[in-house]
C-alpha cells in the first residue's frame, strides 16, 4: 500500500521557534507539495518541488520554506512560527508525468498549534 | 486565476436519501477535476479524476459527473459511512505548474 507519512500528528509550538515539519513517500514519486488548510479557507497550496532540489512556490509561501535533499523526504520550515501560522498541514506526492492520470496521494496531515 | 466553488457547505441526509453536491470551477483549460473524500483529522482520500465535460465516474453509491462549468458528486441511497467532507480539485492547462486549486468542500452527514 502506497503511503505519504507525516512524522507528526500534533504538534504544540511557541511563538518565534523555528518548526520543521517532515513528509516521506514510498512510491518513488517526483512531485511533492505542501498544502495547509483552514476552515473556509480550504487547501492552500504552501510549496512544491518536482524534483530533487528543486522548489516552487505556491499561493502563500511567506514564512515558509523547503527542503528537499532526497527524492522521498520534503520538509517543510517554518523559520520563525508566528500564531497565524496554527493550521493543519497536508503534505501529498504524484507521479511525473501528467497529474491528471493520479490522484494525488496525501498523508494524514500535522495539526500544529503556535502558542 | 483558477477558482473552485463548492455548495452546498453542509448537507444533512436521511440514510437511504440521495442528492448532489455540486462544484463550479473556472479555469482556462482544465487538465483534470478530483474529487476526494476527507475524514476528520485525516488527509483527503482520492476518489475520481474527471477530464472532459460528459464524462461521467462511479464507485459504490457515487457517481461524478462533468460539464464544461461543473461537477456533480451524485450519492445515491447514502449509509452513514458516507458521513465526510467532499473536495473538489481542478488542474489547469499549464503543464510544470501541478498545482491543484481546491474548493472548501462540502461536509455530509448522513443520519441513520
Known amino acids: 500500500d502506497v503511503k505519504v507519512t507525516q512524522s507528526s500528528r500534533y504538534l504544540v509550538k511557541r511563538t518565534g521557534e523555528k518548526v520543521f515539519l517532515e513528509c516521506v513517500q514510498d512510491?518513488?514519486?517526483?512531485?511533492m507539495f505542501w498544502y495547509r488548510q483552514d476552515p473556509g479557507l480550504g487547501l492552500r497550496l504552501i510549496y512544491f518541488s518536482y524534483d530533487v532540489k528543486m522548489k516552487e512556490k505556491g499561493d502563500i509561501p511567506e514564512g515558509y520554506s523547503v527542503s528537499r535533499e532526497k527524492k522521498e523526504r520534503f520538509s517543510l520550515i517554518l523559520e520563525s512560527a508566528s500564531t497565524n501560522q496554527t493550521s493543519m498541514y497536508l503534505c501529498a506526492s504524484s507521479p511525473l508525468g501528467d497529474p491528471a492520470n493520479y490522484g494525488y496521494t496525501f498523508g494524514s496531515g500535522t495539526r500544529l498549534t503556535v502558542v | 486565476e483558477d477558482q473552485v466553488t463548492q455548495s452546498p457547505e453542509a448537507l444533512r441526509l436521511q440514510e437511504g436519501e440521495s442528492s448532489s453536491l455540486n462544484c463550479s470551477y473556472t479555469v482556462s483549460g482544465l487538465r483534470g477535476l478530483f474529487w476526494y473524500r476527507q475524514d476528520p483529522g485525516k488527509g483527503p482520500e482520492f476518489l475520481f479524476t474527471?477530464?472532459?465535460a460528459g464524462e461521467e465516474k462511479e464507485k459504490e453509491r457515487l457517481k461524478a459527473t462533468l460539464t464544461k462549468k461543473e461537477s456533480f458528486l451524485h450519492i445515491t441511497a447514502p449509509k452513514p459511512e458516507d458521513s465526510a467532507t467532499y473536495l473538489c480539485a481542478v488542474l489547469g492547462p499549464n503543464f510544470g505548474n501541478e498545482k491543484l486549486t481546491f474548493g472548501t468542500g462540502t461536509r455530509l452527514t448522513i443520519i441513520p
Open positions: 474527471l477530464y472532459s
Open positions: 512510491m518513488d514519486h517526483e512531485n
